[in-house]
């Protein structure tokens, strides 16, 4: 059985630089005097010239098998040396040391009948034995009681691993045939620090070469207990190699919808750069699952990422007798390209056949409860604030959870051309453009485009930017033009079903605007004058945009599919106000201002961190019904109330939007708090309030989160969309931490007085192996209601058994 030695890998390219200089042919390399440039011409045509002499270059010296010799007692008879007494002897990179020994400097060989220990060479050997014999020209030896290391570097001041995959053994004999080629007979291998490894492989002979140990009939130890016989196994010793085999079998019981799970892997290294996963896993409960898992990684930001998840159900009859099957596919692409410093090629795609599969089968909440999938490419060229993409994206989501109703949209392709702005010649003006062309397609529920609707939109923009005295005033005109092939039949009515009709549809629209934003207010407070101790400087920003848009006057005929198409009519003021507090870090000294001619100057000091950020914004609607474009009784979205909030708010015409507020405060580096608010005057309660805090204590964290959301639903059925959830989380450790780590995290709906889910995980990790146990549990509604029970087991580059993967630890 192979093994492969993590479950993470660094993917690397092969970089090989080549240079070579010729010079006069195949020559030694020469350099040449210059001939001073003011030299003069010569009087006649065929003069006597003053070539530059060629002079050889001295090669650098070889100090490779350069000897340095120490011990208390020295003779030496020609090139043969006998050496008593603290004896190191360098030579050709590697290091001898020995209470006695005879070495030949012609040959390289070096012979102790006691002790000796040879370190270094181009894999950081260490070996120490009773006795032995090594050849450090040929790079050979032949020791006896040995104890070594491959990617170990030790000195006086401590042991240290060279690389990522050290590689430690122990042998009755080692005979080293080669440089990376030894042969241990009667010995043990292992990545853990000697002389008690937890983990090792015992066996009468291993082979070490091309980066690899091959042991034959060996047993697995683990605390120094027999666990598993094996046959043939291999265990890596280069850093630069990753090896293909089979990855340590799973054996687990997740709770009664999957029942006992008995899944295998298999490692597959495609090349330097590239490997592929592939493995099942068997449900005693529901079948056979698929995972397919393939990286890559190439030069610079290049990469390429693929995952298939998959199970073939065989389903289960519910308490009503009726059948359910729960099967499904789940497949997600990544990447990027890039062609040249401007251009590049992105994609992130996922498949996803039944949002039952995901809710039922996920083991990350999050993920579980997700009903959108998302998919994007594109490639894109950008140079000089010109930016030329072409892409297609699609979107696909779960809006009624009951029903299954599900709206899909297609943009494909689109071809999109954005110029940030610059100045109009040498005017005080700047100007931007942005256009589109694109296809697009929406399927839902009563309601399908027929084909692929084209969309035309051009979007140039002027404005004036006036700066004096910190004072800013931006007035600004724009214009745009958006034409359909085809278009929606209007109706009065508030949520009918949508109806396509072939009329053409083009959308004029007029943008005038102005921005003002008066000089920031600041106040710096002394030390002596707070109470927090130590200097603190207070800032209020406060800005005033007006907005004026007309000439969409046909609303209700357009047909929707993203932020272009909801563009309505609209006379709107935004103001608000942001404070900022900033206090001077402990660990600084406090900035001395010196006035050097016209220039302050601090130097020496650390400068102040922002504590507090509160901003406060509202939206005044001069037209409270947009031009008619409201459809009364369900929510409506707009391009002007997209930017405000994520939450919809318009329901009725209306003038005043929700005032909203977003407090953050970074009380120390350990410590986050943020309260984001939404509140309705109109209906005098808060739509939306977020609280979320993150402590760190030393080896202690906790988390806390509260969502309440009171706000108009998305269907008539359900005019309010009404929930509170809390979510916790608390630890001690740190994925690394040797010793004992636990964490608990738990999910709970406040309106429902009920635990969606929660994890309890603990884990106790030694030198290079650990231990992991998890219990979840999951509570969404009919679909799945379960308990599992969780564990992984790894060892130090060799892998992990069991179900619990890294990604899905609390700590």
Known sequence: MQHKRSRTFLLRSACVFLSTTLTGGIYPQLHAQQVPTSAPLPDTPTPQLNYPIAQPVTEPEDVSHKLTVEADQMTRNGDEYTLTGNVEVHYNGYTVTAEKLSFNQETGEAVSDGHIRVSGGPDDEYIAASHGQANLKQQTGKFYDVTGSIGVHTTAKGTTYTNSNPFLFTGRQVIQRGPHNYEILNGTVTSCQLPNPDWRLASKRFVVEDGQARGYNSVFRLLNMPVLFLPYVTHPTSPEERQSGFL??????????????????????????????????????????????????????NFLTAHYTGLLDRGYHDTNGVYVNQGGQDFLLSGRKDLDEHTRIAANVEYLSSY????????????????????????????????????????????????????????????????????????????????????????????????????????????????????????????????????????????????????????????????????????????????????????????????????????????????????????????????????????????????????????????????????LAQKHFFDPSFNGSISQGRRNIFESTLDLSGIAFVTQPRELSPLISELRVRISDKTDVEWDVNYDFGQHRFTASNVFIDEHIGQYFGGLSFARLNAPGRFLTSPISDFTQLRVLLGYGAPNKKGFSAAVNSGIDLNAGQTQYGAFQVSYFWDCCGFSAEYRKFELGTVRNDNIYRFNFSLANIGSAGNLRRAERLF
């Open 248 to 301: 340590i079998p799973s054996f687990s019981k997740a709770g009664s919808r999957k029942g006992y799970i008995i899944g295998e892997q298999v490692y597959v290294r495609l090349s330097r750069s590239s490997d592929i996963t592939v493995g099942s896993e068997y449900f005693s409960v529901r079948g056979f699952s698929q995972l397919v898992t393939f990286h890559y990684k190439g030069n610079g930001l």
């Open 356 to 615: 039952v599969y995901r809710e039922a089968f996920n083991d990350t909440f999050n993920q579980a409860v997700s009903t959108d999938v998302v998919s994007h490419a594109f490639v894109a060229y950008q140079k000089s604030g010109l930016s030329a993409s072409l892409f297609g994206d699609r979107y696909q989501g779960l809006k009624n959870v009951v029903t299954g109703q599900q709206v899909r949209i297609i943009r494909a392709p689109s071809l999109d051309l954005d110029l940030i702005e610059r100045r109009l010649g040498s005017s005080p003006l700047v100007w931007s453009f942005d256009a589109s062309a694109t296809g697009l397609k929406r399927a839902q529920q009563n309601f399908t485009t027929d084909g692929v609707i084209e969309r035309l939109d051009l979007h140039p923009q002027i404005s004036a930017p006036v700066h004096f005295a910190g004072w800013m005033v931006r007035p600004s005109l724009g214009f745009r033009d958006t034409f359909y092939s085809r278009s929606r039949l209007p109706s009065v009515l508030p949520g009918p079903t949508p109806v396509q009709v072939n009329a053409t549809l083009n959308r004029t629209a007029i943008e005038t605007g102005f921005e003002f934003k008066p000089p920031v207010l600041e106040r710096t407070f002394a030390a002596k004058d707070i109470i927090f101790g130590r200097e603190m400087k207070h800032t209020i920003e406060s800005f005033l945009n007006y907005r004026y848009v007309t000439g969409v006057d046909d609303y209700t005929r357009t047909l929707r599919f993203d932020p272009v198409d909801v563009l309505t009519n609209t006379n709107e003021l935004e103001y608000g106000v942001t404070q900022r507090l900033f206090f001077h870090k402990k660990d600084t000294p406090v900035c001395d201002e010196e006035l050097a001619g016209n220039t302050r100057l601090t130097s020496g000091c650390g400068g102040m961190g922002e504590s507090v950020r509160w901003r």
